[in-house]
Each structure stands twice: as structure tokens, then as C-alpha cells.
């Protein structure tokens, strides 16, 4: 809707005030098929027209707005300035509400330069100048306001508890973009699926306003969906994709994760030897950390030598998560069996309850993930004490729990990705490179 302020204070709010004109004036459909459509409207205010017309692309989701106020320009305060609002958000279209709420939120770009709404009901981010775009978003889709023409100013708010729009707790967000009346005003409203490509070739900064974690993730999560897709036209299965790339991407990694496990294998074998010394220096704590630093030296042998190939492998894995958990390609994207969308829960059997959590289903392929977990950190473990043991079976079903309502394609690749692990673990790793570094030098 458009809206200004009079010169008595009083909002004007252009609102279901516009008549049909032109060629479509006695027309209630328009068919678009080959090429854009247009419908043009009139209002009149205190007997001046004021005109506005929109334009459908066919072949894009996007809709190019022309508005006229220069008529009325005279009767506006704040220095003839109007306003172009959008309220409601975007409309809910997953089964999961929460976790769709979760990916709401609004953005507001000048100068390339992007402000995030920050989500607190009755919260306003706003600011004059020329503003590049507003857009709010939900998990997959997007409304944006991109102008064409001069644009003075630019704002985003969040509102909760308006049953018209929405059932849930969590905010949505309006948006509007601020004109000059002194001439003709223009802008594209993109209305449509979260698709980098689709933003980018709007060249205004759009695809910023997707979720691909911070800036070292960012780049790195590009590349992955660049990938999917990429691999997808090749192989028209997503699920197959997704195996695809977890053996690409385990075969990138496999020098990290082989480095890694042999050192944790080679701290292993030290640990009677560690025991031994704990017991000689108990009373002198510098002593043993000299001892036990002197052995790893003589053994070479870095007690960091397990963390450091995992912590270098990290920002990878953020990325895959983000990804897999939000790029739209995955919706509606079946795989085989009962897997018939990648973004939902694998749910295999149903249940007449929800648990905090877990969810009103129960998903195989986290109990799969669970499974290849255990088996994991049980091969991986350094030493069997009963603390240790309790930690990864905890960890274990906690993963099983946590993932059961995550997307069927997120637990697929990390299970799939465990199995690989596991494999890479007890046949690709030769015991005797482990012996040889344990051995005591000279």
C-alpha cells in the first residue's frame, strides 16, 4: 500500500481506493503467458489522479511497480515524501512452524551496506538516504523492494500476535521504501524461492540476505550449493547427489582425518606409559609436565595432533549444516523409499504425541546417525574409562534426539559421512605408521 502524511499531521493510507483503467478497466482477469502484462490504476484525491500501474513477468517472480503522486505532491508533508509499504511478512508454507519461525527475519540495504532486523517485537530499523532494497524472508521464499528510481529512505519492523497473519509467536515483518513525489516513482517487488542465482541476477545485493553463516562460512557455503547444483545436473537425484558429494568431501578431508586419528592412536598407546609417570611425579606437577612433554618429544608425538586436523575441518562443516538445512533445492526434493522430501524429517512411524524436542515422529536415519556415532567415538577413544564411556553413548542419543526433526538430506550426508569415517578407520589407517611414531627415538 502507498501512504503520506498530510499537511494537518493526518496519514493518508492509499488502500483499496484504486479503480481498474485503461484497456483492462472492464476486465477482472489478465492472462500472461509469452510476455509481460500490465495493469494500470487510478485513485483521486481531493480531486487530483494519482496513477500506479503494475508490470508481470512471465518468466521471473518478479513484478515492476509504476506510482504517480506528482499531482498530490503539493498536499504531502515531510518534504513531499510518500511511502511504499509491504506488512505481513511472508505467508508460513512448512509443516515444521517453529522451526520455520526460526529463519524469519528482515533486511534492510543502503550503499551496500546491510542492516539486519534483530527480531524484537515493536522494534523499528530505519534510515533516510537511498535505500538499495528491503526484503523480508521466511525459511525458502522472499518478498523484496528493490527501487528503480530515487528512493529516500528505507525501514523494517517486526510485529507479533496478529492471528490474521500468522499462529505463531515469533515475529513478522514489515517493510517500506520512501519516494519523492516530484516525479514519477519506480520499483521491482521480488516475490519468490530463496534461489542465489535468481537474487544475484537481480544485481542489487539480494543473495546477501541469505543464510550462509559468517563471513569465513559464507564463501564456503556458496561453494557447496554451487556444487549440489552443479552435480544435479548431472544426476537428477538429490539424495544420490548428497552421496555423491559426502564421498568427495570425505576424500578432501581424508589427509585431516587420517592425521588425526593417528594421533589419537599413538596417544593411546602412550597412556600406560602417561600413567606411569602421573604415579612417579604425583607430588611434583611441574616435574610431570616436563616428563610428559620430554616423552611426547622423544616419541614424536603432538598431544594437540587429534584437535588441530577436526578444528581445521570445522568451518567446512558449519557450512555443509547451513546448507543442507536451508537451500531450497533440497524442498520437495524426494530420494527413495519413504524418503520423499530431502527438507522434511525422514518420519517413519508416527506418534500420538509430541516430545519436547524429539518431535510427534520417529526419523531412521538419525537412529542410523546415532548408531555410526557410537561406533565412531568407541574406535576413536583413547582410553576406556567409565567417564568417557558414559560421555559418548550420552552423545550419542543426544545427536539422535536433537536431529530427529532436522531435514532427512542434513542426517543422510552425516550419516552417510560417519559410515565413511568408520570404513577410513579400520582399513585405511596402517597400525605399523602408528607403532613407528610411538617408538622411542635414537
Not at 530427529?404 to 550426508?413: A, H, R, V
Amino acid at each position: 500500500l502507498i501512504k503520506f502524511k498530510n499537511f494537518s499531521g493526518e496519514s493518508v493510507t492509499l488502500d483499496n481506493v484504486w479503480e481498474l483503467s485503461g484497456r483492462h478497466a472492464h476486465k477482472d482477469t489478465l492472462s500472461i503467458l509469452g510476455e509481460a502484462g500490465s495493469i494500470d490504476f487510478f485513485s483521486t484525491i481531493n480531486g487530483q489522479i494519482i496513477n500506479k500501474a503494475f508490470t508481470f513477468n512471465p518468466g521471473g517472480y518478479t513484478i515492476g511497480l509504476e506510482m504517480d503522486l506528482q499531482s498530490v505532491g503539493s498536499k504531502m508533508m515531510s518534504q513531499e515524501r510518500f511511502t511504499l509499504i509491504w506488512r505481513g511478512g511472508v505467508p508460513s508454507t512448512e509443516p515444521n512452524k517453529s522451526d520455520e519461525a526460526s529463519f524469519y527475519a528482515a533486511n534492510l540495504s543502503q550503499g551496500r551496506e546491510i542492516t539486519k532486523h534483530n527480531g524484537k517485537d515493536g522494534n523499528v530499523v530505519s534510515s533516510t538516504g537511498r535505500t538499495d532494497w528491503t526484503a523480508v524472508r521466511s525459511k525458502y521464499f522472499t518478498a523484496a523492494i528493490i527501487p528503480t528510481s530515487s528512493s529516500n529512505y528505507g525501514e523494517v519492523s517486526a510485529r507479533t500476535g496478529d492471528p490474521s497473519v500468522s499462529n505463531s509467536e515469533a515475529p513478522f515483518y514489515d517493510m517500506a521504501v520512501g519516494f519523492s513525489s516530484a516525479a514519477p516513482a519506480s520499483a521491482i517487488v521480488y516475490l519468490g524461492p530463496l534461489q542465489y542465482n535468481n537474487l544475484k541476477s537481480l544485481d542489487v545485493g539480494l543473495e546477501n540476505s541469505m543464510s550462509f553463516g559468517i563471513a569465513p562460512i559464507r564463501g564456503i557455503g556458496r561453494g557447496v550449493l554451487y556444487l549440489l547444483k552443479t552435480f544435479h545436473g548431472v544426476v537428477p537425484n538429490y539424495g544420490v547427489v548428497l552421496i555423491i558429494f559426502s564421498i568427495l568431501v570425505k576424500i578432501v578431508v581424508y589427509p585431516l582425518t587420517k592425521k588425526s586419528y593417528q594421533s589419537m592412536k599413538a596417544m593411546q598407546i602412550l597412556q600406560p606409559e602417561i600413567a606411569k609417570l602421573k604415579d612417579k611425579y604425583q607430588g611434583d606437577p611441574q616435574r610431570l609436565n616436563k616428563e610428559t612433554m620430554k616423552m611426547y618429544k622423544e616419541r614424536g608425538v603432538n598431544p594437540l595432533g587429534g584437535c588441530l586436523p577436526m578444528l581445521l575441518q570445522m568451518p567446512l562443516l558449519f557450512a555443509l549444516f547451513i546448507v543442507f538445512r536451508s537451500t531450497i533445492e533440497l524442498r520437495g526434493a524426494p530420494f527413495m523409499l519413504w524418503i520423499d522430501d530431502l527438507s522434511q524429517p525422514d518420519a517413519l512411524i508416527p506418534l500420538p504425541f509430541s516430545l519436547p524436542l524429539y518431535g510427534n515422529q520417529i526419523s531412521l536415519l538419525p537412529l542410523l546417525m546415532g548408531v555410526s556415532m557410537f561406533v565412531q567415538q568407541k574406535m576413536s577413544a583413547t582410553q576406556a574409562n567409565p567417564q568417557q564411556k558414559m560421555m559418548t553413548q550420552f552423545m550419542s542419543v543426544f545427536f539422535v534426539v536433537l536431529f530427529n526433526q532436522f531435514p532427512s538430506g542434513l542426517n543422510l550426508y552425516y550419516t552417510l559421512f560417519n559410515v565413511l569415517t568408520i570404513l577410513q578407520q579400520k582399513y585405511m589407517v596402517n597400525p605399523k605408521e602408528v607403532q613407528s611414531v610411538t617408538k622411542k627415538k635414537g
